[in-house]
């Protein structure tokens, strides 16, 4: 069965959902593609379902949880007449109009313009060792997984805002959380990184990359290789997140709309236009400068913008 | 929770997966766990719609320390599948309903 929608969002992350907020207030009846469950970002309400408290987006003084702010977008998209449905886009055919998504669930919709709001995953460390202790220690969702470490070490990979929040929701549990970093000093934001510094549980080796990880059927140990000296050492870990940076989710696309040498959507100018006309991207799938969620919000907004009056003028 | 979930716990574990007519799908799940919650109907539906072929039983990690130290669990959801009371797949992490069947008809 196929269904027509003047707006079809894929992806339902603060970006496709402030786009579904306005483009439903528009009267555009947008449908969203939301995605489906999973254990890593890839997921409906997208990164932030795995987060604990967000203490930066406005509005909310005392912060407010991740996965509470998304369903709190969802309500309100629905409360303005948006749909959803809980599906991937597996095939987006743009050769002729109106656009043909193909969904996970079978059904496919066509639609006269497209929101991409796809976001970013995790990227993981890719060694073979890491698939299969996958739920074994090693954790792509450490509010999620945590409990499982209480009274144990873990370990955290990466220097940014997201390895330290991890490590710090960590620290509730484990009883030593080491931070492996590659470089000699944080990525993250400065109150994120005084934190983290002034938490005792928290131990920081600087200058060093993952290489394996040993144990069977459940993790045991990381080696470690210092990049600067070259000195190679064992961690002893019961559990391991990673948190290295993030990749774009553009499978779906990469074959038709333009993207940069990291894989990230091209638009053009300050506006949310793609290469293809009647396309628009937004949020974290077409930004690896920000990647905060009120610049993903932000920029859903203008993708539902461009994309109403696009549609208003008649193309 | 529907009549067609089980409620295992550490006490009534081992006495149920052995007396069950059907596989049962065991879902180590915690009430803090959101990819936990987003599954839980998916697998209500499961339960519904394959009945009398699977049954679904809930194990809550929280209580329930030694079943889940028995099975290695240390991420959650994660899915096992029971045959006879022995353990033949393991799903780790949440996924969507087609990709969930897909993998239990590959065993049922």
């Not at chain 1, 009267?27 to 795995?50: F, K, R, W, Y």
Request: with cysteine; net charge negative.
């Amino acid at each position: 069965m196929t269904d027509h929608r003047q707006v079809v969002i894929i992806g339902s992350g603060p970006a496709g959902l402030t786009a579904a907020i306005y483009t439903a207030r528009a009267n555009l009846a947008p449908l969203v593609i939301e995605g489906e469950p999973s254990s890593d970002s890839d997921q409906p309400g997208g990164q932030l379902m795995l987060t604990t408290e967000v203490e930066n987006f406005p509005g909310f003084p005392d912060g407010i949880m991740g996965p509470e702010l998304m369903l709190n977008c969802k309500m309100q998209a629905q409360r303005f007449g948006a749909e959803f449905l809980t599906a991937k886009a597996t095939k987006v055919d743009v050769s002729s109009r109106p656009f043909t998504i193909e969904t996970s669930v079978g059904q496919s919709v066509t639609a006269d313009a497209v929101i991409v709001a796809t976001g970013a995953r995790s990227l993981m460390l890719g060694l073979e060792a890491e698939k299969r202790l996958l739920g074994y220690g090693v954790s792509t969702c450490a509010t999620c997984d945590g409990f499982f470490h209480r009274g144990f070490d873990v370990a955290v990979v990466g220097g940014g805002d997201s390895a330290l929040e991890e490590a710090m929701f960590l620290s509730k549990f484990a009883t030593t959380v080491n931070v492996i970093h590659r470089r000699s000093e944080l990525r993250a934001s400065k109150i994120m990184a005084d934190r983290a510094k002034a938490n005792p549980k928290l131990n920081f080796i600087w200058n060093s990359v993952v290489t394996d990880l040993v144990g069977d059927p459940t993790l045991e140990a990381a080696q470690l290789k210092n990049v600067e000296t070259g000195d190679e050492s064992t961690l002893p870990v019961h559990g391991l997140f990673v948190a290295i940076g993030h990749i774009p989710n553009t499978n779906v696309f990469t074959g038709f709309l333009d993207h940069d040498e990291a894989g990230y959507l091209k638009t053009i100018g300050h506006s949310t236009f793609t290469n293809v006309e009647g396309v628009f991207a937004c949020g974290d799938v077409q930004d690896h400068v920000y990647r905060q969620a009120i610049t993903a919000a932000g920029s859903g907004c203008m993708a539902a913008i461009d994309c109403e009056r696009w549609l208003e003028s008649g193309n | 929770m529907s009549e067609n979930l089980l409620t295992l716990t550490d006490a009534n574990f081992d006495e149920t997966l052995v007396g069950a007519d059907t596989p049962v799908l065991v879902d180590f799940w915690a009430e803090w766990c959101g990819p936990c919650k987003t599954i839980a109907p998916i697998l209500e539906q499961i339960a519904e719609e394959r009945a009398g072929q699977i049954t679904i039983g809930k194990l809550n990690v929280d209580d329930n320390l030694a079943t889940q130290a028995r099975f290695d669990v240390m991420s959650i959801p994660t899915l096992i599948l029971f045959k006879g009371g022995e353990p033949l797949v393991r799903l780790v992490g949440a996924k969507g309903k087609g990709q969930l069947l897909e993998e239990l008809d590959r065993h049922l």
